[in-house]
């Protein structure tokens, strides 16, 4: 995450707390004919449209009064989603086994997209699985990253198919 995009979490997660929610990530980007502020939320018991709805409301209030964002923009209020982008450290490490895509700001061994088994976190590097290579791929290179779900499997659980709505 930008440095910018950090101190909007950080403005804004007690907030989302207080509401019952945790903020998953939060993506800002600025634009020329309008930027966007999307934050997405996550909870134990997964989260719904009023959850989206209360912390749009809150946050936008919030952010009304600190103006953080000095051009217009629109913020977006939503869950991960199954295809949830990982943000952080802990996130990674919570989904090791799981497959994911991740794009990456250069080309790295000839390419910037790899798409493979999760399997772990070693100093600052990511590591994914391709067949039968292992790319160890640097955080600080990572564009984005997202967990790429298994739709002929379902949803693992009852939190999964609350975060897919």
Do not use: H
């Not at 995450?1 to 998953?24: F, Q, S």
């Not at 134990?44 to 989206?52: H, L, M, N, R």
């Not at 912390?55 to 989603?81: F, H």
């Not at 949830?84 to 990456?104: A, K, M």
């Amino acid at each position: 995450m930008t440095n910018k995009e950090l101190a909007l979490e950080a403005l804004i997660a007690p907030t989302v707390r207080a509401l019952g929610c945790e903020v998953w990530g939060v993506e800002y980007r600025p634009r020329a004919r309008g930027s966007t502020l999307k934050v997405f939320i996550d909870a134990a018991d997964g989260v719904t449209i009023d959850d989206c709805e209360r912390v749009s409301n809150q946050v936008s209030a919030l952010l009304d009064v600190e103006d953080p964002i000095v051009e217009a923009y629109r913020l977006e209020v939503s869950s991960p989603g199954l295809d949830r982008t990982l943000f952080r450290r802990e996130q990674y490490l919570s989904r090791i086994g799981e497959r994911v895509d991740v794009r990456l700001a250069f080309p790295f061994e000839g390419r910037r997209r790899f798409e493979g088994e999760l399997r772990g976190v070693e100093g600052d590097d990511v590591v994914v699985r391709i067949d039968s290579d292992e790319y160890l791929l640097p955080f600080g290179q990572i564009q984005r990253t997202r967990i790429v779900p298994d739709y002929a499997t379902g949803p693992q659980s009852s939190k999964s198919a609350a975060l897919a709505g």
